[in-house]
């Protein structure tokens, strides 16, 4: 059914035994360099757009003079929700013209354009909101063409590894890029356009490098079924095994308090500085990059399944950390590894799970499908999470996603329990 | 060559090309930040006496002080240049006269809006010829605000009595993940600092000083983590000025309204401005999509809403009335505000007679007058003032200038 199948095969001949080879670091070898040009890619993107994210505050704030209160307030979810089905249909596309390398450049294009955009877009407020939404539906187009060509140049039996190789590499761009932006402006201060210009340049290096040396993978041999579109993905739905997957990543969506709320709790619980929270989130990013590779190996080898759910365990044992009523400083650490570990555990870890799922043919638009329904999940849980704390007490907003994530993991082992071990 | 080593080619072209134009880029963004483009436009030199009637306070300085910036002369002849004006007023301090006494003249403080290599630097004027500015070589604000003989700058650059933050320890890694590395200046009438920088927490948004001098209102903006969620939340803070400790967060007050209390975890103040008593200010506050007017009392940790649909309050001189800015649409876009007076004896509002969306915080010039700035386009920010009377129009006063304090030597 599956073209690489007999790399399977061969692959599952070799000893997997012992502990001291489970992460069998040579094998990295076996990564193919299309999975690290894409992950150059995302790095480069990366340190582009987080450069321009970090210092996108102090732009408006300084430089522009926007008043926070102005716009700061607006919610977010229609362009969520919006963006979110957008990528279904960038998915859907790029199976049907089997250019899921085009789909994919044409998002990281939209990204990069964003950046001069917003350089030539001054102070006049409209635009600048439409050149955000232009840079988010940007990433909302070439996520899942991107996964799709790295699950189509891995072999099966190491897609967790190609997936995690990739994450790290993205993580990577994350730090590095706010790191970019603040040395940059440390030296020459108030220089916001040279901040712009230089965040268009890396991610047009990074557009090169997916346009330039990445190849679109070899597609399904053999004739097409039919013609992929929406309604054909939907179809996919009807598939057992991708069904649990999406039922099980949506409602594991839901129990997922947003990072925001995460940082915003550690910081009120241990009373420290509210400068500490995108401390936080740079520690955290550190920590994911740092595991990332591990997590994927070990989720070859051991089952993906079991790491995915194993992260979800992790952030339960946050929410639990963060009841509890008296926290030491470092406990601010132990919750950023955690969290760290939990993304390093769950994200690439899922999507080489929904590859695994899914035939060549609908690929993209399977994978954008899950997208959808976890971005989707993530704005209900946000609006849930948020009207839960401002209505109630802190404590119950964290002990009802607690009991929620706990049934959420208990629904997904059941349902993905269905599944033969890979 | 095969297809590949072309592609490669052009990838190599494409890097080498973005490296040349970051690195060109760059080149011009440090030239121009050296030497300016645009001359400063101070106001118009306006016909005065040829005596500068320097104020008692401002007097005070030896001339000697390298507080003031004192760069040598330009060659371009054309531009009323800040230099001129510097040289001007230096020549004018008499040297001598070290008294300690507090400012009496009727001066105001600002932070330049001009030409790239003074933007942002504080500046102070005299309110009786507005043309002669001084400015400080080494101070540069985002926001200033004067009272009682000390004046507080919040900036980025965090100098104080020679001490700077180095790329070391916690202290750059906050730096580096949170992009703040804002501090609030306390500086004297001479622009020296007079006590240690105080840390803040975000980006700088409002500042107040009470009219001794002794306390500051400091509002910062605590910025989202990311692109995708641009939202921010503020911090008010009551400081004392001298031993920069923080006396209060605004948002642990216990908040009533109509005699009940009121509380959410979404509040957010802004905006503080003190009564003459000082353990009395006022502020903004902000829940589930609607301002309030809040009258705290410091000592009691207590705030009382007094009326809705206020933002940045500013208390007359007389303290009988406040000038505030009042949301006015919301269209998915900006906000536009309205300039509005709140007459505080029987709380009724009225709007004034600025027609334009000003974002500011405004100060009283006296008990008639406000001013506030407003971009006129992209960057550049000039003060406007305004009389307080609905039927009163702004007059530009003040080019390339933002953020006004105002010293009155009445009081």
């Given amino acids: 059914m599956y073209q690489l199948d007999w790399v399977t095969r061969i692959r599952s001949r ?59 307030f607006l919610d977010g979810i229609s362009q969520g929700a919006t963006v979110a089905l957008l990528s279904l249909i960038s998915g859907v596309l790029a199976d049907r013209w089997r250019r899921q390398k085009e789909v994919a450049a044409a998002g990281y294009a939209l990204s990069a354009l964003s950046r001069i955009a917003l350089l030539a877009a001054g102070s006049v407020w409209t635009l600048v909101a439409g050149i955000l939404a232009l840079d ?32 790290a590499l993205d993580t990577c761009g994350a730090i590095l890029g706010p790191l970019t932006a603040f040395l940059l402006l440390r030296s020459l201060p108030e ?14 290096v990074g ?17 097409r079924r039919s013609t992929p579109s929406v309604r054909l993905s939907l179809t996919l739905l009807a598939e057992q095994r991708f069904r649990a997957l999406v039922i099980a990543a949506g409602a594991l969506g839901i129990a997922t308090a947003s990072d925001g709320f995460i940082y915003l709790l550690l910081q009120s619980k241990t009373h420290s500085s509210v400068a500490s929270i ?7 990013a550190i920590f994911y990059m740092l595991l990332s590779v591990p997590a994927g190996r070990l989720a070859d080898r051991w089952g993906r399944g079991k790491i995915f759910l194993s992260g979800y365990s992790l952030l339960a044992l946050i929410y639990i950390i963060l009841l509890l009523p008296q926290m030491g400083s470092m406990m601010q650490f132990a919750v950023v590894a955690l969290f760290g570990a939990y993304y390093a555990a769950t994200d690439g870890v899922l999507a080489a799970m929904t590859s695994a799922t899914l035939g060549a043919e609908l690929r993209t638009s399977g994978l954008a499908l899950l997208n959808t329904a ?24 964290v002990w009802t996603f607690l009991l929620g994530l706990s049934a959420a993991v208990i629904i997904s082992v059941l349902i993905l329990a269905e599944r033969k071990p890979e | 060559m095969s297809r590949g080593n072309h592609r490669l080619n052009l990838f190599l072209l494409l890097c080498v090309s973005c490296v040349l134009a970051i690195l060109l880029f760059g080149f011009v963004v440090v030239r121009r930040s050296r030497v300016p483009s645009v001359a400063f436009l101070g106001v118009k030199p ?19 002080t390298d507080q003031f910036n004192s760069r040598p002369p330009s060659g371009e002849p054309t531009r009323f240049s800040a230099e001129k004006a510097i040289r001007a007023a230096a020549r004018d301090i008499p040297a001598a006269a070290a008294s300690k006494r507090k400012p009496r003249a009727n001066l105001l403080y600002f932070r330049t809006d001009a030409s790239a290599d003074i933007l942002g630097k504080l500046a102070v004027t005299s309110l009786d010829a507005l043309d002669k500015i001084s400015y400080s070589s080494e101070l540069s604000c985002a926001r200033v605000h004067f009272g009682g003989g000390t004046g507080v700058c919040l900036t980025r650059e965090p100098l104080a009595n020679g001490e700077r933050r180095g790329p070391d320890g916690l202290a750059f890694l906050f730096g580096l993940a949170s992009f703040t590395g804002y501090s609030a200046v306390v500086f004297d009438s001479q622009f020296r600092s007079v006590a240690r920088n105080i840390n803040l927490n975000g980006l700088p948004s409002r500042v107040r000083v009470s009219p001794s001098g002794r306390l500051a209102g400091v509002t910062v903006f605590l910025s989202g983590q990311s692109y995708a969620a641009l939202k921010f939340s503020t911090q008010t803070t009551i400081i004392d000025v001298g031993s920069g400790k923080v006396l209060a967060d605004v948002e642990t007050f216990s908040v009533t309204r109509n005699g009940q209390a009121f509380q959410s975890p979404d509040f957010n103040f802004w905006g503080v401005t003190f009564a003459h008593d000082e353990n009395i200010f006022y502020a903004t506050l902000w829940s589930t999509d609607k301002t309030y007017l809040v009258r705290c ?44 007076l709140l007459d505080l004896r029987t709380l009724t509002a009225t709007p004034l007679g600025e027609t334009r969306s000003v974002d500011d915080q405004v100060e009283w010039l006296d008990n008639d007058h406000i001013l506030y700035a407003l971009s006129e386009n992209d960057k550049r920010r000039n003060i406007w003032a305004l009389p307080v009377d609905p039927n009163g129009s702004p007059r530009l006063w003040l080019a390339g200038a933002s953020s006004p304090a105002v010293v009155s030597g009445t009081n």
């Fill in chain 1, 14 to 72: 070799q000893s997997r035994s012992e502990l001291a080879k489970t992460l069998d670091w040579p094998r990295l070898r076996y990564v193919s360099p299309t999975v690290w040009k894409l992950g150059l890619t995302s790095l480069l993107t990366d340190i582009s757009s987080e450069m321009v994210g970090s210092i996108l505050p102090v732009y408006f704030v300084l430089h522009l003079h926007f008043s926070p209160q102005g716009f700061g």
């Fill in chain 1, 136 to 167: 988010r539906v940007g990433k909302g187009i070439r996520t899942a063409p991107r996964d799709a060509m790295i699950s189509l140049s891995s072999p099966r039996d190491e897609l967790a590894t190609a997936f995690s190789v990739h994450r």
């Fill in chain 1, 191 to 204: 220089a916001f356009n040279l901040v712009l210009m230089a965040s268009f340049c890396i991610g047009l």
């Fill in chain 1, 207 to 223: 557009l090169g490098v997916i346009w330039l040396l990445v190849d679109q993978p070899s597609g399904p041999v053999g004739l």
């Fill in chain 1, 278 to 284: 995108p401390l936080y989130a740079f520690l955290t």
């Fill in chain 1, 374 to 397: 976890t971005s989707l999940s993530r704005l209900v849980s946000s609006i849930l999470f948020g009207w839960l704390w401002t209505s109630g007490a802190m404590r119950t907003a």
């Fill in chain 2, 46 to 64: 306006k016909p005065t006496t040829p005596n500068l009637k320097i104020p008692t306070g401002y007097a005070e300085a030896p001339a000697s």
């Fill in chain 2, 297 to 340: 009392d410091l000592a009691k940790h207590a705030a009382e809403v007094i009326y809705e649909w206020v933002e940045c309050p500013s208390l007359s001189p007389d303290n009988t009335r406040i000038a505030f800015k009042k949301r006015t649409g919301f269209v998915g876009g900006p906000a536009v505000w309205r300039i509005s």
